[in-house]
């Protein structure tokens, strides 16, 4: 294990549905990232926090919430996702100064979009 | 287009034979240069992180190799396992981009019995 939790790995939802993703880290780190990995395509960077403070939004849509309300918990709130949403979301930490910025990934949830 | 292209995009290979994997990149300016495993339903985890000023590093069977004048990086996989079925992700960081991070598609290796 990596020391980076997320919850629930599976999680089939219908467009009009809300839910929300939940990654917990375990490693002290005071960095935290959104990823979503599609098939046959490379990572795509999604949000970065930094000290709980959002340091990047790479034009993500508004349908996709983060939040960080410390820097061992983060969240991605889902509402109204169409179905190329559907994806494998991860969780990464890593701590600012330590090995160029190692990142540590989670096991990642399972999204599908009905 | 991609700055970090590998290839093959797919692998097969016998258990106990060796191979490489290739990645090269167009990142600039240099940072460092990363190898993740990914097993199928799970994260990518660390396997080496190369910088500039280093051409090889090992852990265990992998060997990294990096030339930043061709921006070319390899991996070399000795006495291939079944359990190193998976895909292999280069990653190649830049220095101005903060925490952004540039990402290969990954070669998925099939080691078979």
């Known amino acids: 294990e990596t020391g980076v939790t997320q919850t629930p790995r599976h999680l089939v939802m219908g467009m009009t549905n809300k839910k929300s993703l939940k990654c917990e880290q375990h490693l002290g780190h005071n960095a935290m990232y959104w990823y979503k990995q599609s098939a046959k395509k490379p990572l795509e960077l999604m949000f970065v926090?930094?000290?709980?403070?959002?340091?990047e939004n790479n034009s993500v849509p508004s349908r996709f919430s983060p939040e960080c309300p410390n820097s061992s918990h983060l969240f991605l709130h889902l509402h109204t996702l169409q179905p190329e949403d559907s994806a494998l979301y991860l969780c990464a930490s890593s701590q600012e100064g330590h090995r160029a910025y190692e990142q540590y990934f989670g096991p990642g949830t399972r999204l599908t979009v009905t | 287009k991609n700055q970090v292209e590998q290839s093959p995009q797919s692998l097969i290979i016998l258990e106990g034979k060796n191979c490489t994997l290739q990645c090269n990149y167009t990142v600039s300016p240099f940072s460092n240069l990363r190898w993740y495993k990914q097993d199928t339903g799970r994260g990518p985890v660390s396997l080496t992180i190369m910088t500039f000023s280093e051409n090889t590093k090992s852990n265990g069977r992998y060997t990294a190799t990096l030339d930043a004048d061709t921006k070319q990086s390899s991996l070399h996989i000795t006495a291939s396992q079944l359990s190193d079925s998976a895909s292999y992700i280069c990653?190649?960081?830049?220095?101005?981009?903060?925490?952004?991070?540039?990402f290969g598609k990954g070669t998925s290796l099939l080691v078979t019995p």
């Open positions: 926090y930094n000290f709980k403070e959002q340091t």
């Open positions: 990653v190649v960081k830049d220095s101005n981009s903060g925490y952004a991070l540039n």
